[in-house]
């Protein structure tokens, strides 16, 4: 990759700032983010309405120079920082949503919500970019242009990303540009502590749903042949889309496809009229992603066909491709560089095949995302639970990191 042999970076703008500087500016306001973490853990709140999620950020911006807008069909908060001389405007990007799922942490700001968990981190990222916000306010005459900051819910398969771009987060307001470079930070326990990871082009996959129907025919299981029994067709399109994609996708540019659940009959002695299937799609190119909606539909209908059977099928779209510019993410890896140094900068490889809908952001403008490691202090990495996981914990320390490097790829871009 290219940044590999990038040159460790110059000062964000150029002037005389010292990365030391910035992390003692994000350390001493660390206890802070951290209690605006710890606040948000134990009330998580799902999907598009985050009403106290939105209180406790609004509280948190409060007394800064920031033109603030909430947003029209979402618990969104738009944050307008404008620096001493106008310029391009950029975007900082951090979602406040929570997972379903029940917490077994055992912390002591475990979640007090039945049933919700902020297991992916989004309290960290809403922390930090309201820290970035306070950070960079103190630093209002460092900055030509304007920061946006965009506090989103409904990561988490809402898609509150698209509803805040339909609600114009990129458009030009008050005087200012529209938005032409954006940057999100997602937090990782897979990574060591302080890290920071990202590469050009795509970074996380797309995601889409697929569903299933085989309809046979009922009948009594000791006589099959008076029925026709949906169960081993549905099986074997499972198998038929497992050899799609071994067979059929180009390994370098590569496609995922889970069935996760299988749906059938009542009993052992009777034969169901219909089996169902559900599963995830994941690809990382809009063409492979393309060729896989369309080999599901392929293959559960002849398959089904060849039994004399017909498969319904559903695919619902979700989130597209992640792809980061590959400027903007040389340019936030030479900040990483510039900020935490080369061992805690990790170009990566390859992409994840998670997803994001901060993808609909970078297909609209230029940007990056990149990961943040939280894994706490000795723990090791297999032990260290994923997010999304029930019992997954953070290295808060980390959270002074991701204030840093917010702000710091925000007075790049902007530095005078
Ligand atoms: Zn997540
Ligand atoms: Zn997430």
New binding site residues.
């Given amino acids: 990759m290219t940044a590999d042999a990038a040159p460790p970076a110059a000062a964000p703008g150029g002037g005389d700032l010292e990365p030391g500087d910035l992390l003692a500016e994000a350390g001493a306001m660390l206890d802070d983010v951290v209690a605006l973490r710890r606040d948000l853990h134990m009330r998580p709140e799902l999907n598009l309405d985050l009403p106290h999620t939105q209180a406790r950020v609004l509280d948190a911006l409060d007394g800064l120079p920031l033109r603030i807008t909430t947003g029209q069909r979402q618990s969104s908060i738009v944050a307008d920082l404008d620096g001493d001389r106008p310029g391009p405007t950029v975007l900082l990007r951090g979602?406040m949503d929570a997972l379903p799922m029940p917490e077994d942490t055992g912390l002591d700001f475990a979640s007090q919500v039945d049933g919700a968990m902020h297991a992916?981190?989004?309290d960290a990222h809403t922390a930090m970019l309201a820290g970035a916000a306070r950070l960079l306010a103190a630093r209002q005459g460092d900055l030509v242009g304007r920061v946006r900051f965009m506090f989103q819910p409904g990561?988490e398969g809402a898609g509150g990303a698209a509803v805040a771009l339909r609600e114009g987060v990129l458009d030009a307001t008050d005087g200012g540009e529209s938005v032409s470079w954006a940057f999100a930070i997602?937090q990782s326990p897979s990574m060591p502590s302080g890290m920071v990871a990202t590469k050009g082009g795509p970074l996380l996959a797309s995601a889409d749903e697929l569903h299933v129907t085989v309809r046979g025919r009922g009948g009594h299981a000791s006589m099959p042949h008076y029925a026709n029994d949906p169960i081993p067709v549905a099986c074997e399109v499972v198998q038929a889309l497992q050899t799609w994609v071994t067979r059929r996708v180009d390994v370098f540019d590569p496609a995922v496809l889970t069935v996760g659940r299988i749906a059938a009959g009542t009993t052992t002695n009777v034969i169901p009229e219909s089996a169902r299937i559900d599963g995830t799609i994941r690809a990382v190119s809009a063409r492979v992603r393309d060729e896989a909606q369309a080999a599901v539909q392929r293959i559960a209908t002849h398959v089904a066909a060849a039994h004399d059977m017909v498969a319904e099928v559903e695919i619902v779209q979700g989130y597209p491709v992640t792809v980061n510019d590959e400027g903007a993410a040389d340019e936030v890896l030479a900040t990483s560089r510039w900020l935490v140094g080369e061992k805690l900068t990790a170009p990566m490889p390859t992409p994840v095949m998670g997803a994001e809908d901060f993808s609909y952001v970078v297909e609209r403008v230029p940007g990056a995302m990149a990961f943040l490691g939280t894994r706490p202090p000795g723990v090791a990495p297999a032990e260290a639970a994923p997010?999304h996981s029930n019992r997954m914990v953070l290295d808060e320390a980390a959270m002074a990191t991701g204030v840093a490097l917010y702000a710091a790829v925000a007075l790049r871009r902007l530095g005078g």
């Fill in positions: 979602d992916c981190g989004h990561e997602h997010n």
